[in-house]
């Protein structure tokens, strides 16, 4: 049973970079794809892009194209999202899920949810 | 961006009553939608890919439907359980999320 696992809260200032882990466990990571969804405190969910873990192919929302950056390390079956220029409309759970290798399409594995706080 | 519209946004049903939801795309998603179930403080569930294939776990009393731009998800019998909010998500041109559909206890 496939698992992923992330990261703790985060408290940042506005205007500071957050970088979320995500690590993946009980499947072969390489063989699939990270899409990273966020909600905002009772909101809905938002897709911020996808990364192929397979050939590092990377799609971005366009909301967030410019600030974000997803990376993985196979070597640690890890994949990082990175946001920079935090704003208070940044503060949600942040969620890692697994995904297609191929393009984004469905999430079946799921993190627990980073927490990230941006604060004036 | 293809937009996906839920409604009701807020469902009030009881244990044993029949709950059916609906998504509507802005334009065709062809057979790409998927519902995932999301209960308070957890992480949302994928219930159902390609319209109407159950992910593991999920039980016969949820089932899918629909195709082109009109789609349900329909509850047959409601469990305790199943009070939660529900997501429909489209991949046939990146990914959206609808609004969501809370189902409550009534």
């Known amino acids: 049973q496939g698992q992923l696992v992330q990261s703790g809260a985060e408290v940042k200032k506005s205007g500071a970079s957050v970088k979320v882990s995500c690590t993946g466990s009980g499947y072969t990571f390489s063989d699939y794809g990270i899409s990273w969804v966020r909600q905002a405190p009772g909101q809905g969910l938002e897709w911020m892009g996808w990364i192929s873990v397979y050939n590092g192919h990377t799609k971005y929302a366009q909301k967030v194209q410019g600030r974000v950056t997803m990376t993985t390390d196979t070597s640690t079956s890890t994949a990082y999202m990175e946001l920079r220029s935090l704003g208070s409309d940044d503060t949600a759970v942040y969620y890692c899920a697994r995904d297609d290798r191929m393009k984004p399409a469905d999430f079946d594995y799921w993190g627990q949810g980073t927490l990230v706080t941006v604060s004036s | 961006e293809i937009v996906l519209t839920q409604s009701p946004a807020t469902l009030s049903l009881s244990p044993g009553e029949r709950a059916t939801l609906s998504c509507r795309a802005s334009?065709?998603?062809?057979?790409?939608l998927a519902w995932y179930q999301q209960k308070p403080g957890q992480a949302p569930r994928l219930l159902i890919y390609?319209?109407?294939r159950r992910a593991t776990g999920f039980p016969a009393r949820f089932s899918g439907s629909g195709s082109g731009t009109d789609f349900t998800l329909t509850i047959s019998s409601l469990e305790p359980e199943d009070f939660a909010v529900y997501y429909c998500q489209q991949r046939s041109n990146w990914v959206t999320f609808g609004g969501g559909t809370k189902v409550e206890i009534k």
């Open positions: 334009q065709s998603v062809s057979s790409y």
């Open positions: 390609d319209v109407s």
